[in-house]
């Protein structure tokens, strides 16, 4: 039975998220950039700013630009601040979703209601989002390799995993139906209560296969998960760095039934240290993150927030989109560098796809069945380091594999080339023995 619009996300919360409650010093901190300007603020436990070291700051841009933060927004910036984000950043997110993702309409506009909320990075995001979905046995259903963040933050609450197989172009469709259709209950590990519920997508230029799913996929994926009820985690911070001259769309923009959770991440466009990124879903589920956040980190750094709306200020879209565009060019270059390379020393020894975008080539390395001493001995040996493809897998079904996650995203070109000609020969050696 197809399902369209969630009524309810009970399915999705497990007990644990569904016994948080609001922090009431927090809710009270959230009132705080709305109150009168003569309220007088008796409450909570704000420290005084007069007694903090920092006056204003200047970052200088490699644009030749300066970002200043003057006093008054320092003051603003070294304070606690509302968990879901700084006021006027918020806003901006809410402009920056509408123009990627909602095809520049106001999501209250359209059908499904959003909540955004800033997040630590999108990897907190993702662990929050595990904690608070899956109970022991739930199935998460993913590529048969996926992302360690995801693996690694899962296991702790005993999920089982539903492994569909890909290609080039992502999750085959047709292997996430047979995948559904034939799942054995009894084969979970506490079959009484698992059941497939969150479909996990990193859906452009993958970590670790590279692979970025085409509009057509995306669509038959979402068809399914409409099918089966699934709630779909839609981590994408390669979303910027795709090789194709138009963005695709999003799960988020083709979500009808307010079934995607969107991780957006600015990891890898702006800072990877600054630890922004926004989350994005349906409010019920956005609520159980928010509670989460307010009793962990609280907020993400408000000074960090000013200068990243700062940034966003001054560029304009447009030149937001001009420095992703140049951010994509930067690793598609590379990209291009690392699959000359492969061509030239690894033609014969290994296969591998074009990568859609991101960081990642993910190569099969031919009569190798387990690659792990390969790379971690051999390789490091030879003064080469990759990363095998086991840990790429769930614990409980982990085997060795015979991929290789090779990254472009930071070694020079010289580097890529000599780094993959000391690959070749591990293999040619390993073929030898
Ligand atoms: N998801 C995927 C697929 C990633 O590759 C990464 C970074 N390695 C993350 C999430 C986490 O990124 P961040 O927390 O820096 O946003």
């Not at 995801?150 to 999920?159: N, R």
């Not at 993910?362 to 690659?371: C, F, G, I, M, Y």
């Amino acid at each position: 039975m197809r399902v369209s619009k969630i009524s309810s996300y009970v399915r999705f919360i497990n007990d644990v998220s569904q016994r948080r409650q609001p922090s009431a010093i927090r809710e009270i901190t959230g009132m705080l950039p709305s109150l009168s300007k003569d309220c007088i603020v008796l409450a909570g436990g704000m420290p005084n700013g007069d007694a903090f070291p920092l006056l204003s700051a200047q970052f200088r841009l490699r644009d030749g630009s300066v970002i200043d933060v003057d006093e008054a927004e320092m003051k603003i910036g070294l304070q606690y601040s509302p968990t879901d984000g700084y006021p006027p950043l918020m806003a901006k997110m809410k402009e920056f979703i509408s123009r990627y993702h909602l095809h520049g309409s106001d999501a209250e506009k359209s059908d499904i209601k959003l909540r955004h909320i800033m997040t630590p990075g999108s990897q907190d995001a993702l662990s929050k989002l595990l904690e608070a979905t899956i109970a022991p046995g739930d199935f998460i259903i993913s590529e048969k390799h996926v992302y360690t963040g995801v693996v690694s933050a899962a296991e702790p609450w005993q999920p089982n995993f539903l492994l569909v197989d890909s290609d080039g172009d992502g999750m085959k469709p047709e292997a996430l139906r047979e995948a559904l259709s034939s799942w054995d209950p009894s084969e979970c590990r506490k079959a009484d209560s698992g059941v497939p519920k969150i479909l996990y997508t990193c859906p452009s230029g993958g970590n670790p296969t590279g692979t970025s799913l085409t509009l057509a996929r995306k669509k038959e994926i979402y068809g399914i998960a409409q099918e089966y009820n699934l709630l779909i985690i839609e981590d994408d911070p390669y979303y910027f760095l795709q090789f194709s001259d138009v963005l695709p769309p999003s799960f988020l923009s083709l979500d009808t039934d307010g079934r995607v959770v969107r991780l957006d991440s600015f990891s890898k466009i702006l800072a990877a240290g600054m630890r922004l990124g926004c989350l994005s879903g349906p409010p019920e589920i956005v609520e159980r993150i928010a509670l989460h956040q307010q009793v962990s980190i609280m907020h993400v750094p408000t000074l960090l927030q000013i200068v990243f709306l700062k940034l966003l200020d001054g560029w304009g879209w447009d030149g937001f989109n001009r420095h992703v565009e140049s951010v994509k060019e930067l690793y598609q270059t590379r990209c291009n560098l690392a699959l000359d390379a492969c061509k030239k020393h690894l033609s014969g020894l290994a296969e591998w796809y074009k990568p859609g975008g991101g960081m990642f080539l993910w190569l099969k390395v031919k009569n190798v069945t387990d690659t792990r001493s390969l790379v971690m001995v051999d390789g490091v040996a030879k003064g080469v380091l990759c990363v095998p493809g086991e840990p790429f897998q769930p614990a409980a079904t982990r085997k060795p594999t015979p991929y290789v996650r090779v990254s472009y995203s930071s070694a020079s070109p010289e580097m890529i080339d000599e780094g993959l000609r000391r690959l070749a020969e591990v293999i040619k050696e390993r073929h030898q023995k």
